[in-house]
T-cell receptor
Framework: EDQVTQSPEALRLQEGESSSLNCSYT??????LFWYRQDPGKGPEFLFT???AGEEKEKERLKATLTKKESFLHITAPKPEDSATYLC???????????FGAGTTVTVRA | NAGVTQTPKFRILKIGQSMTLQCTQD?????MYWYRQDPGMGLKLIYY???????DKGEVPNGYNVSRSTTEDFPLRLELAAPSQTSVYFC??????????FGQGTRLTVV
């Protein structure tokens, strides 16, 4: 069965203090790895898709990278509005179910 | 463009009652999903569908049923509601191998 593990569970940052979130996965035949942002009381918002090891995607202060075993979401010089829960999900094998990790809750203090 | 629309937004059910959570999308996506999210927890897949007429169980299907008669609609049916089904339910849709788009959720309380 697909396993997706995110760490740390929570991350408290000072504004401008860069950091990284980890998503490790154990799947057979990765089709895609997805990053989402979720604000309290809202549905997850799609950020990035990564398909193969070595791939990178960027959006504003966020950069996602992928290896054969894990993905990192790097937050560069974060601002308070980057505070959210960041979720990682994978699709693998011959079916199209989307399996999520438990998420990392990021709090950025001004 | 409305994206993924879920109704209702909130609902309180009594134990043993039944209800249907509605989900519709206007992006012509083949893939649709139902998740539940308990407080402080991640998303657990209930059911998913890869196209009209095709549905499959996820991790936590017990107590739920789905149907997919059209590309746009993917309703989730709760039969004989139990307190353990108190949760926030999210519907999502996607194209093949692409990121999924989520609705705003239905907050359900079973008392």
């Amino acid at each position: 069965e697909d396993q997706v593990t995110q760490s740390p569970e929570a991350l408290r940052l000072q504004e401008g203090e860069s950091s990284s979130l980890n998503c490790s996965y154990t799947v057979s035949g990765l089709r895609g790895l997805f990053w989402y942002r979720q604000d309290p009381g809202k549905g997850p918002e799609f950020l990035f898709t990564l398909y193969s090891a070595g791939e990178e995607k960027e959006k504003e202060r966020l950069k996602a990278t992928l290896t054969k075993k894990e993905s990192f979401l790097h937050i560069t010089a974060p601002k308070p509005e980057d505070s959210a829960t960041y979720l990682c999900a994978v699709q693998a094998g011959n079916d199209y179910k989307l399996s999520f990790g438990a998420g990392t809750t990021v709090t950025v203090r001004a | 463009n409305a994206g993924v629309t879920q109704t209702p937004k909130f609902r309180i059910l009594k134990i043993g009652q039944s209800m249907t959570l509605q989900c519709t999308q206007d992006m012509n996506h083949n893939y649709m999903y139902w998740y539940r999210q308990d407080p402080g927890m991640g998303l657990k897949l209930i059911y998913y569908s890869v196209g009209a007429g095709i549905t499959d169980k996820g991790e936590v299907p017990n107590g739920y049923n789905v149907s997919r008669s059209t590309t746009e609609d993917f309703p989730l049916r709760l039969e004989l509601a139990a307190p353990s089904q108190t949760s926030v339910y999210f519907c999502a849709s996607s194209r093949r191998n692409s990121g999924a788009f989520f609705g705003q959720g239905t907050r359900l309380t079973v008392v």
